[in-house]
């Protein structure tokens, strides 16, 4: 008796402190939805305590998009290089893990010496920075696709999933005649779908999160990605002319505006990432398993 | 000589073709490699050659060919500025301090939530807890500063409320790391208690009710079964970890830093940005990133020497 309600006594604190932590890490997020759909004017008038937008206003977001909006452009680029960005590292990621994965490869521990010795140690910023500079690649579109188009990380996570499918599958393949080309498409992708979801979430993250790169290698408003112009409006009280023409009406107040910048460039990712949840908990697995 | 040339190739020649024959076996798994290989060899080994600017006074207009070697001036240089030593202090105690409440978090995370037994529920906290991973340092720093400001920030009003004084947090020497610690722990937790999580799920469901016939009570055998079950994976993640100190998180210090708290917040990598790319003193800042590159290289190299000696002698 006295157990079991000591069991119940740990359950239920144990629900409560994580609901308590799970409302600490998501409120500030539906808070900034909040505000920036509830009109300025009620927003002050609770002090900014706006947990439910009580009346429904889109002015933050007309402002924000409105014809000739520098964020279009913005998007524009961020959606290039993640779509570009994506599809190159996954090609880069999957060829290298393939080809790594075959144990009886001539050379391989050479070759795997020449891939891991870089996550070991690295030029660092400048040097790469310079890399880059001589390269001619500044300041132009396809530079933040090329620069981050591998992870070794993401590699050696897809290898310990391709190490993982029985050789007897490919063998019996090869007999039938089949190329290794052939092999790698009609057998192992399929198999390997919760690894390839994985990693397409992680690059995907990555190149449409990305702000740093895009402050070291390019230069002018053009072609910067959507996080770059969020961080002008976030750190700017007042709003940067040249971010949005602000001519004809007065521009609505900055919080407002600042709240509907964060959900405009935030949410394709908060919307994206549960619909991969179940792979990705698969794909950690293989890469924790196998260390 | 030329007889005798003949003769040792005709005896290695066999065991060269059957080499190469090999080789040519897996020509096609050499062709799938070369998008990386070329890749890594331009990205990766490349800016190796850029080191050799810390080294020098670099030109930047007329590059490496106009640069005078300087040997370690730029180094000396460093080793006497406050400003570098500074930063130094302040990544070796950021990361130390985010080793403490970015580590242990996810691992109590897992745990606690592997005691919740409705699905949904668990279900939904999960997902609930990955969200902040999947948005940049941009958006949760700026949420984060949003909240936190002396003018808007819901937080101060919260503060006002229950009596207290408004004050800007972000720009307090003495608030500014425990922001640091605290937010970082809160935007990475979710997804660090992945792999505990995974774990978890692979352990031995007997041991469990064997522990139950014993009467172990939920709680003991969270601490008696569970954990020391995923102890090899803690202990490889720590590991990891120590390796990465020379990174104190420059995404999330260059979104929340400003000049009033540089003293306690500015670390190597936001030094580096600052000197090189903002200064343009590309020598100065690369002499940073090689003693940021050695340190880290020497780390890596170290845990890498311990974590073989855990799993091979098997400490547990």
Redesign the interface.
């Given at each position: 008796m006295k157990?079991s309600k000591?069991?119940a006594g740990?359950?239920v604190s144990?629900?409560i402190?994580?609901?308590i932590?799970?409302l600490?890490?998501?409120l500030?997020?539906w808070?900034?939805l909040s505000v920036s759909v509830t009109p300025y004017q009620i927003y002050s008038e609770k002090?900014?305590?706006v947990l439910f937008p009580t009346s429904f206003s889109l002015q933050y977001f007309d402002y924000l998009l409105k014809e000739g909006s520098m964020i279009y452009n913005a998007y524009g680029n961020t959606i290039r290089n993640t779509v570009g960005g994506v599809a190159l590292a996954l090609?880069?990621?999957v060829?290298?893990a393939?080809?790594?994965a075959?144990k009886?490869?001539?050379?391989r521990r050479v070759?795997m010496l020449?891939?891991v010795f870089?996550?070991?140690?690295?030029?660092?910023?400048?040097?790469?920075?310079?890399?880059i500079k001589?390269?001619g690649l500044l300041n132009t579109n396809y530079v933040l696709i090329?620069?981050m188009?591998?992870s070794a990380f993401n590699?050696i996570l897809m290898k310990s999933f391709f190490e993982g499918i029985p050789e007897s599958l490919k063998e019996s393949a090869s007999i039938d005649g089949a190329?290794?080309?052939r092999i790698?498409w009609r057998i192992v992708l399929p198999l390997s779908m919760p690894v390839i979801a994985t990693v397409s979430l992680l690059y995907l993250?990555i190149y449409?999160?990305?702000?740093?790169n895009a402050l070291?290698y390019t230069s002018d408003w053009s072609k910067a990605p959507v996080?770059?112009v969020?961080?002008t409006i976030?750190a700017s009280s007042s709003l940067p002319p040249e971010l949005l023409e602000t001519a004809g009406s007065a521009p609505p107040p900055t919080?407002g505006i600042?709240?509907a910048a964060?959900v405009i460039?935030?949410l394709p990712?908060?919307i994206?990432?549960?619909f991969v949840?179940r792979f990705?908990?698969q794909g950690?697995?293989i890469?924790?398993?196998k260390? | 000589m030329g007889m005798e040339t003949a003769r040792i190739a005709e005896r290695v020649e066999p065991q060269f073709r059957w080499k190469l024959r090999r080789i040519w076996k897996y020509k096609l798994l050499y062709i799938l490699l070369l998008p990386a290989f070329a890749w890594v060899f331009v990205f990766d080994y490349l800016p190796l050659k850029g080191i050799s600017i810390a080294f020098m006074d670099y030109n930047v207009i007329q590059g490496f060919s106009a640069s005078d070697w300087v040997g370690f001036k730029y180094f000396r240089m460093l080793f006497e500025s406050e400003m570098f030593r500074n930063a130094f202090m302040n990544t070796l105690l950021i990361s130390l301090y985010k080793m403490l409440s970015g580590f242990l978090s996810p691992i109590v995370l897992a745990l606690a939530l592997n005691e919740i037994r409705t699905v949904w529920f668990k279900k939904t906290l999960q997902t609930a807890v990955y969200l902040p991973r999947f948005v940049s340092w941009v958006v949760y720093g700026g949420i984060i500063s949003l909240l936190l400001s002396p003018e808007t920030g819901v937080i101060n009003s919260i503060i006002e409320f229950f009596g207290g004084k408004p004050a800007y947090l972000l720009a307090e020497p003495a608030y500014f790391r425990t922001i640091l610690v605290i937010t970082d722990a809160l935007k990475e937790m979710g997804w660090a208690a992945i792999i505990y999580i995974a774990a978890i799920a692979g352990l031995n469901p007997e041991v469990y009710e064997a522990a139950t016939m014993d009467g172990a009570t939920r709680f003991k055998k969270m601490l008696h079964v569970t954990l020391p079950g995923i102890t090899s994976t803690i202990i490889v993640i720590f590991i990891l970890r120590v390796g990465t100190v020379m990174s104190a998180g420059l995404d999330q210090v260059i979104n929340l830093y400003n000049p009033m708290v540089f003293e306690v917040g500015d670390i190597l990598d936001t030094y580096i940005y600052r000197i090189g790319i903002e200064q343009f003193n590309l020598s100065l800042a690369a002499a940073a990133d090689v003693i940021k590159g050695l340190i880290g290289f020497v780390l890596v190299l170290l845990t890498n020497h311990v974590a073989a000696k855990v799993n091979d002698s098997g400490i547990f």
């Open positions: 157990t000591r069991e740990f359950a144990n629900y402190i994580l609901t932590l799970t600490v890490i998501v500030p997020f808070y900034v002090n900014g305590l090609l880069l990621t060829t290298a393939y080809s790594l075959e009886k490869l001539p050379g070759i020449y891939f870089t996550m070991l140690f690295k030029g660092g910023m400048i040097p790469t920075y310079i890399t001589q390269l090329l620069v188009a591998y590699m190329s290794e080309f790698l993250v449409w999160n990305d702000f740093f070291l996080q770059l969020l961080r976030i919080i600042q709240m964060i460039v935030a990712m908060m994206i990432y549960p949840q990705f908990e950690m697995l890469g924790s398993v260390g | -």
